[in-house]
């Protein structure tokens, strides 16, 4: 991350240049790269998750989000596009479903929304689901997110249950769909 000295003895991150829809490739597929999280993508991640729903509405702290991405580190995939953070996905073996790979997070950075970036994150998803020998994969998502839904129906899945969030004490649906 490149600094810039604000006042002797304090440095502060440069603002991280905003990717213009207009810019973009033509082809995402090809400029969208993947690979694990270095440190600094963390700092980036966590300001990316700390701004994003539901985590915002919790109230979550970017210092928050970064405890809880250090923990998911191993889960971790970072989408890259001309050298910039554009999304992350996190995927574990073991979930709700047992048997099944756990989705637990697709976050897109907010100017990149209805790109298609969000698809390009659930096939590495669903890549990094099979790599793990599962034929499953499951995720919980809030009824009241419709385009999150409507997105994940869109790819094929569908409605196992319907739960409650240990975290908020809110009600999820628990979706899956084959590999």
Do not use: C
Not at 92 to 117: C, F, M, Q, S, T
Request: aromatic share 6%.
């Amino acid at each position: 991350m490149t600094m810039k000295q604000v006042d002797p003895g304090v440095e502060v991150a440069a603002p991280t240049p905003v990717l213009d829809g207009a810019t973009l490739p033509n082809d995402l597929v090809t400029g969208v790269k993947f690979g694990p999280p270095t440190d600094e993508d963390l700092t980036t991640v966590s300001a990316l998750r700390a701004n994003s729903e539901p985590w915002k509405g919790r109230g979550e702290t970017q210092e928050e989000s970064l405890k809880a991405l250090t923990q998911l580190k191993p889960f971790l995939h970072v989408g890259r596009l001309q050298n910039q953070v554009v999304g992350y996905v996190t995927v574990e073996r073991d979930g709700p479903v047992p048997g099944a790979a756990y989705l637990r997070n697709i976050v897109v950075k907010p100017e990149l929304r209805r790109h298609g970036v969000g698809a390009m994150l659930l096939d590495k998803a669903l890549d990094v689901a099979r790599d793990m020998y599962r034929k499953t994969i499951a995720l919980r998502v809030d009824p009241a997110n419709a385009p999150a839904v409507g997105f994940y129906r869109k790819a094929g899945f569908t409605t196992v249950a319907t739960v409650v969030s240990k975290k908020s004490g809110k009600l999820r649906l628990l979706m899956s769909r084959e590999l």
